[in-house]
């Protein structure tokens, strides 16, 4: 692991993910660039002393000096987005496989060196779109998928959080800091950390591409330097029609992914907040609840799930889906053995490059006077 | 009472609404422009058959001929958008006051020589945007007026349907067709039938103006001729962004118009299918559940609802409350007394111009390449 | 009407929802038995001088003596429960039918008596169990009736209110203080006042008879003279099992009255804050969500209805619903021809003397040490 | 672990749990009665060979020869419930800490004697109450013991389940084979598997103990050998009144745990299928909405959550808070420390007894004619 060292927040998730079905275990890490907090880390979590590096370049190089069978098998990336590129190039160029927390890369470019090194290398890249992680998301896709809604028609997806409603950068919240600091996230804030999800989102469950859109992008705090706030209209390649809301200044509001579907035939509603039911709205047909672990579902929804109907799962086990999946294709490449479909399902380089086209185009046209901007990647 | 007779929608919604606090009593009407079915429906809805007229011009002309006593008290025009005008008019010149249906008429200059017109003759008008009756609609407005969630920085206001999700109009259903077609309806399909309500919430609860916008209108059924669908950016008079969605091909919803108002302290959401509660989200306090005829509400709130807590109101109390209210206002005239100040709160000229600007300003921005539109009255 | 004078609740409500559909005018009153109080009332819901009466007994023999189509054609008492048996008798001695609002009367004994007077004169009793005339609550009944459920095991119906939690008879609130004296309340407070509706609409939907129960009734608040709570276990002329509870000190309750069903195939739930909804759970299907308005409706939930899908109807058209399909039933009677079946829904004597029964048995097991006492009529 | 081969539920439940916070390993296992299963489980689970064994007294026989910083630091114990309490007692014997599945024993006469053996020994024992893990249970039983909502007046607690609606354990369905199995399960089947679970959250949450109860236990699926639904009247040793339902036959339900508490100044109401809200609601100020990871928490909710706001955690999270609060005082024991407050609050002992004699209270009242059992322990 890079980075995720005390104090930070996806890195204890990501790890609680990974060891959550007894398939990975934490071997190793370059847990912070301050040399004390790395060790103290490290020795936080059982890691051997010498294997606590004090950098991701010392600890690629000394791990691939290890036998096969005892260095790390992949490296997780988990740090800030400026500092996913290079650690992600040299561990791929190492032999390792990757984890990387989205966005992908601090650029578009990155994002696409990082596809060509994928390519070159057959090694396996997990991009941690954790919401399609969830069963009943993989409910939607293949609903979709399946053509039970008819052509899709239109797509609302939003994300509403409020935890940037003051100016907390300046009040020593570290995750506001570098979330909110152009150095360090990218040209987008609010679009980049959560716009790109509910781009995913969309695009994931509706198996569409955005074509072109029309962003309206909003620093709301006063003294903010990135977006905190926006809405998108987008248009996708089959014509459907849709709007993206992102924002962290929606006061009172929490995690509050939403999404809506609409095709001839029906809709469909899910929310991350509640994420263990899916609602079906059909146009000749009363509503139906579908639920992880219930009725009517598709297998994807029941491998991405561990417990009976009724006992909710939640963020870290969408998550713990994304590594499970992960690690079920790189055991299966180690074994030489072919992994289930359903483990195949998870977001890499192609949904990199469209999260970092995503922020580009909602940049470009939040800049333009133009309606329209097509969706260039 | 203009238009309404057997068959018809809202007509029977504003006769229900009438009658329900047993303030108004419907005398006389032209029910219908074939003479066969303004008799029946008025026979249907025991009116004296002398006051059955077959035009409104006959009803206006005949009763402002009656006695002042006997004569009716006020004029209701439930017909199709295009006839509006003609009978509103009259029955001002005709000292009669008059409530329409809305959008108050067909085009935005017309809604302006009403407006003219009411000014002229001191008379009421009272235009039936419903959901401005809910007393929780009242409770947020109020809300907002008086600071609570601090300086308003986001609205998102939808209003889903799915009706209209197929070619309804070319199977008979007498709704579908004068809603679609231009020549009855207006130059706006969905945004002038729903979009209006959807903007006037958003108004109406913030206390601001839309000031500029950005529409995509779409026509998703092929062969209709107006837009069943639509996304909109909005910028509001204090520099609140926002977004309005309606829609009548969201195939599975029914009446879904819901609306979201963020502050600098906080958020509410309102949601029309279940009008009796409004959520309060608090940046720094848990959210709250308020509720018709429940603790905390003001006044307003109270002055609208007619049963204690945990007995729902609906749509057609909320309608009720629109007509009780001007006829508070209306008896209060009468007596010479002056009416509660809660009673005077019901949309009229104002709302109707603003109602029919934000036709033109959407059609307008739809066809346009720039971005954004000012919004011109 | 007798009762329902100036400050009184349930009057208002009754005159709201014989309102509604215009079917239905208020002619006279003896509203208060304070000669001023029914006076003043009669002057504020605009009756006519000669026809505001200062006694039920006065009404009804002036009412007698009217010329058929001027007279009142039913009786609405709205008074305590102690007050019900006398005007209802003499207005069915005197050919008038009779609207009752619930329980029917003080005694069991007196519920009896009008059974065998509505037989031997033929006319019309409706009593007011509002929650029967819900559309959704129809429509529960109709799909247990057609065995869409399988046969019925367990019955879950509970009715708490927050709204007795201090001893408010003692504070000058007058609902609080005849509903918690035995004087005019009868035997039971909670039981008599919301026990009742609950055991209705259990046996309502169900179309079961409860055989025997287990009560247990309490007086929760120090001082209160009648029960405020209490829960019941219940078995059905058919096996199934339940619990009813109801109590008046389930604090921050409003009027939470809710029934689920379950069947061998699956389950059906309702809840009255949110009347428009009814969710059917299947054992081997995703769960479904019916609506007011919505798919796969039996015609009683139609014909219960005045809006489309989407525009809530909430209590006061429940209420109206009952006054509705009395009216109906009255008017073609008085035309000599059939109503429609679906108008012949209403609860009457044979409800009364259920609800009666209900009451007098649990407060006899509440007061024995067996467990089980026989449901005796 | 003892028991949890392959194909069983709560076993692979516990692993998750165990492993989730990186604090627990599995180390060894008698994962099931026959020895291939328990190779081959073994095996599955990565165990070594030597560690893989057979029965409980051969597992607890040779770790407790192994070094002390080899030897595994407890046992896990899920297998039914006739076969609970001779590993346990063995593995206490040996010095080994415990954790046992719920109900704790097979007989309120075992659970004692495990009782004796903890308190002679000092080892610690955990019983997996799960839903006492959840952070918003946690948060309900502090806001009562702190007074907020008032002496406490009724519970509600129910526990509807619907997989039992069929005669399951005759069609190949192992987990129903033995929880309706009386020689597996002990005297009492939806009771002792989910009735306990109720009762011990309305004790856990209230600080109260049920004093007596009136139980009506059903065997409503014919040929079933255990009840699989029943409705219990509850009284509390502060004179609070409950009801109390379990059933298994509840067509449709998943696992639809949900108590509400009331208390003299508010209720609250918590319901397991959506854990992280938890409604309070105020007798004199508007419902509140109290979220995981939210506003206004307690201590205890903070500590045993992982995410913030709005990252639902689930089933698995709460069972991992149990198992990751025992390893802290687990860790605190071996390190000499003190474990925090927080740590010290999970199922013990008294709470497996308390679950036994519920069971023997249960089913004796259900067989008497007397209205109230002495809840007797």
Chains 1, 2, 3, 4 share one sequence.
């Not at 491998?303 to 998550?319: D, I, M, Q």
Request: include cysteine.
């Amino acid at each position: 692991m890079v980075g995720g060292g005390k104090g930070a927040f996806i890195g204890a998730i990501h790890r609680i993910a990974a060891n959550m079905d007894g398939m990975i275990e934490l071997v190793c890490g370059a847990l912070s660039t301050s040399p004390e907090k790395a060790d103290e880390s490290g020795k936080m979590l059982f890691l051997a002393e010498d294997r606590t590096y004090h950098s991701f370049e010392e600890m690629i190089k000394n791990e691939s000096q290890l036998p096969a069978d005892q260095r790390m098998d992949f490296l997780t990336i988990v740090t800030p987005n400026h500092a996913h590129f290079a650690p992600a190039m040299m561990a791929l160029d190492h032999g390792f496989h990757v984890v990387i927390d989205k966005p992908i890369s601090f650029t578009l470019d990155e994002a696409k060196q990082l596809k060509k090194k994928v390519e070159e290398t057959g090694l396996l890249l997990l991009l941690t779109h954790t919401y399609a992680g969830y069963p009943m998301v993989k409910q939607a896709k293949q609903m979709v998928k399946s053509g039970e809604l008819g052509k899709i028609r239109k797509i609302l997806v939003e994300y509403p959080q409020g935890w940037l409603s003051r100016l907390s950068e300046k009040d020593g919240n570290p995750q506001a800091a570098w979330r909110t600091d152009p150095e360090r996230s990218g040209k987008s804030g609010c679009m980049g950390d959560i716009g790109t999800h509910a781009a995913h989102l969309a695009e994931y469950i509706s198996g569409l591409k955005i074509s072109k859109l029309c962003a309206d992008l909003n620093i709301v705090v006063d003294g903010r330097l990135l977006d905190d706030d926006g809405n998108v209209l987008l248009r996708f390649d089959n014509g459907a029609n849709g709007v993206l809301v992102a924002s962290q200044i929606a006061a009172g509001e929490e995690n509050a992914l939403r999404i809506r579907v609409y095709g001839e035939k029906g809709g469909l509603e899910w929310a991350q907040q509640e994420p263990n039911t899916l609602i079906l709205k059909w146009l000749d047909e009363p509503a139906q609840i579908l639920r992880t672990g219930g009725h009517n579902l598709t297998n994807y929804a029941a491998f991405n799930s561990r417990t009976p109907g009724g006992h909710p799962e939640g963020y870290l086990e969408a998550f713990g889906n994304l590594y499970r999946n992960f690690a079920l294709c790189l055991s299966a490449r180690i074994d030489g053995s072919t992994p289930p479909e359903e483990a195949l399902d998870f977001p890499s380089v192609d949904e990199g490059i469209r999260g970092m086209a995503f922020i580009d185009n909602v940049v470009k046209s939040s800049l333009s006077n133009e309606k329209w901007t097509n969706f260039e990647v």
